[in-house]
C-alpha cells in the first residue's frame, strides 16, 4: 500500500502536515495517519486565538477505533479552525490533505519551519 | 509469547491484525464502517476461529455440562443450541458461552464454544469437576481442530443456500445442523453475535480456505463485531465481565435470563439470593449528547451526585451516528432517560441512559 506524501508540505514524525505559503500555515494529519486510525468519526481541536506550542498537543482526533493525540508542528497563534470536521470528521479520511485540514496558524517563528521533515524524510519513515 | 494462528492467516488479503485473547486475527479489512454496514444491509463473513471448541461426551455428558453453565440443558434437544453463563462459586461470570447439543449424527454430544483463549482453562475446568464429581465424560478441547466462520447479515441465508443442501428455511434460530457446506462436512448454526440473521459454520482446519472462499461477501474483522454486538448491547468477554477486573455476576450484566435457578449449577446458591435480595449494579445503555467517544474504563457521574460507575465499551454507533456506551451503574440508573456524564479527558460530557438494544431488531 501506498501513501500520498505531498512534495510540497512539511511534515512531523506524529504524522501531521504543515502547508506554508504567504498567508497563516496549515495544518492537518498525513493520508498514512487517517489510514493508520480507520473511520475517524470526532476530531477535539483549539479555538480561534489559541496558542500552539511546537511539539505540543494541540487536540485529539478519534476513529472507531482508537483515540490519537494531535501534535503542534509550530509555535503561533490560532487564526482558522476546520469547522467542517466537527459535523464530518470523516473528511479526514477522504480528503487529509484537503478538505480535511485541521488550522491555520499564524507562525511565531518561521525557522521552526526547518525542523520539520522534508516530504522524502517523512516518506523515508512510513516505509 | 507467540500469537495462535488462525487456520485462515494466509488466506485472507491484507488485512490489519491485532491480538486478541493471545490469537492474531483480523480487525479491519476495509474500513469499520464498511463492514458494519454491510453485514446490516446485506451480509459479511468473519474469521472467529480463536473462539473456543470443547466437547463433552459420555454418558454424563449431560450432568457435567448442566452443573458448570447457568441455563437449563436439559431443555436442548439435539441439534438446539443456548447462551449461558459460566460461573464461579460466588456466582461471578468467568466466561460467556453457546452449548450446543450435537445432531445425533455427530460423533459427540454437547459442544460448547469458550471465548478467545479460554478454551485451555475452560477444558481444565470441565476436567477436574468431572474427575471431581467421578463424572463419566469425554472432554475434549478441539480449539485446534476447528476453524469457525460466521456468515451474517439479512443475505446470508442466500448466500449459504447455494452452498448447502440443507433446507435453511427449517433451520431456527439457536438451532445446529450437520451438512455440506462448499462440499465440506460443516456444522450449520443459526447463531451469531451481530443481531442479524446468520450463520456460525463449523469446520475441519483442512476445510477452513474452501468455506471462506465459498462466499462472495465483505470479509469483516473483529473491529466491526465489536460495533456490531455493542449496537445490540452484548457483553464482551474482558470488557463487560472478567473474573479479576471486572468481576460481575449474570444479574449485574444484565443476562438474568440466562440463569436456570431450578437447575443445579456452580454458582447457583449465590446467584439465588442475588435474585431474592437484587442487584445493587447493573449494566446499561447509555447515548452520549455531546459530542465524543466514550470508550473503556471512562468514569460516568451525576450531575448532582458525582461519581456513579464506568463504561466497560462504548464506540460511535455505525448505525445511528450517535455515540453510545455500556456502564455498571446503582440499579436506580437503569431506567432510560437518566441523566449522566461521561468523564471523558477531564471533562463531562451528558450523556443519558437508554434501553438495549441500542437499533431495532
Redesign the interface.
Known amino acids: ?1 501506498s501513501f500520498d506524501v505531498p512534495d510540497d508540505l512539511r511534515y512531523l514524525e506524529s504524522h501531521e502536515w504543515v502547508h506554508t505559503d504567504d498567508g497563516p500555515a496549515r495544518v492537518g494529519i498525513t493520508d498514512f495517519a487517517q489510514d493508520e486510525l ?2 475517524v ?2 476530531v ?1 481541536l483549539p479555538a480561534e486565538g489559541d496558542e500552539l506550542t511546537a511539539g505540543e498537543e494541540f487536540g ?1 482526533v ?1 476513529s ?2 482508537a ?1 490519537s493525540d494531535i501534535y503542534a508542528p509550530l509555535s503561533g497563534t490560532v487564526t482558522a479552525v476546520n469547522e467542517a470536521l ?1 459535523d464530518q470528521p470523516e473528511l479526514v ?1 477522504e480528503d487529509p490533505f484537503g478538505e480535511g485540514w485541521m488550522l491555520e496558524v499564524e507562525l511565531a517563528d518561521e525557522s521552526e519551519l526547518d525542523d520539520l521533515l522534508l516530504a522524502e524524510e517523512y516518506r523515508e519513515q512510513i516505509e | 509469547m507467540t500469537l495462535r494462528q488462525p487456520p485462515l492467516a494466509g488466506v485472507y488479503e491484507d488485512p490489519t491484525l491485532t491480538d486478541f485473547g493471545g490469537w492474531e486475527m483480523p480487525v479491519e479489512f476495509d474500513s469499520i464502517r464498511a463492514e458494519h454496514t454491510a453485514v446490516r444491509e446485506a451480509a459479511g463473513k468473519f474469521d472467529v476461529s480463536h473462539m473456543g471448541q470443547v466437547t463433552v461426551s459420555g454418558p454424563d455428558a449431560f450432568e457435567l455440562t448442566q452443573r458448570l453453565t447457568t441455563n437449563h440443558v436439559a431443555a436442548l434437544d439435539p441439534g438446539d443450541a443456548q447462551y449461558a453463563g459460566i460461573t464461579d462459586a460466588g456466582g461471578v461470570l468467568l466466561d460467556d458461552t453457546v452449548v450446543y447439543r450435537l445432531p445425533e449424527a455427530e460423533a459427540d454430544d454437547y459442544l460448547f464454544i469458550p471465548n478467545a483463549g479460554h478454551d485451555g482453562e475452560m477444558t481444565e475446568r470441565w476436567v477436574t469437576h468431572r474427575d471431581e464429581w467421578e463424572l463419566t465424560a469425554a472432554v475434549t478441547n478441539r480449539t485446534e481442530e476447528y476453524a469457525m466462520v460466521a456468515l451474517q447479515g439479512p443475505d446470508a441465508e442466500a448466500l449459504l443456500a447455494t452452498e448447502t443442501g440443507l433446507d435453511l428455511a427449517s433451520l431456527g434460530r439457536f438451532e445446529v445442523a450437520s451438512a455440506p457446506v462448499a462440499g465440506t462436512e460443516s456444522l450449520v448454526a443459526r447463531t451469531g453475535y451481530t443481531g442479524e440473521d446468520g450463520f456460525e459454520l463449523l469446520c475441519p482446519v483442512a476445510d477452513a480456505e474452501t468455506v471462506w472462499t465459498a462466499f462472495d461477501c465483505q470479509p469483516c474483522g473483529l473491529g466491526a463485531r465489536d460495533t456490531l454486538r455493542l449496537e445490540m448491547g452484548f457483553l464482551l468477554s474482558g470488557e463487560e465481565f472478567h473474573p479479576r477486573d471486572e468481576p460481575r455476576t449474570p444479574y449485574e450484566a444484565d443476562i438474568g435470563w440466562t440463569v436456570a435457578l431450578d437447575t443445579d449449577f456452580v454458582g447457583r446458591d449465590a446467584l439465588a439470593a442475588q435474585e431474592r435480595d437484587g442487584v445493587d449494579e447493573r449494566l446499561v445503555g447509555l447515548e452520549l449528547l455531546d459530542r465524543g467517544v466514550p470508550r473503556h474504563g471512562y468514569e460516568v457521574t451525576d450531575p448532582d451526585s458525582g461519581a456513579l460507575g464506568h463504561v466497560t465499551s462504548g464506540t460511535m454507533s455505525p448505525t445511528l451516528g450517535v455515540p453510545i456506551a455500556l456502564a455498571y451503574l446503582p440499579t436506580e440508573y437503569a431506567e432510560p432517560g437518566r441523566s449522566v456524564a461521561v468523564v471523558i479527558r477531564g471533562e463531562p460530557k451528558e450523556a443519558r441512559t437508554r434501553a438495549t438494544p441500542f437499533i431495532d431488531r
Open positions: 500500500m480507520g473511520d468519526v470526532f477535539e485529539v478519534e472507531i477505533k483515540v466537527f479520511n
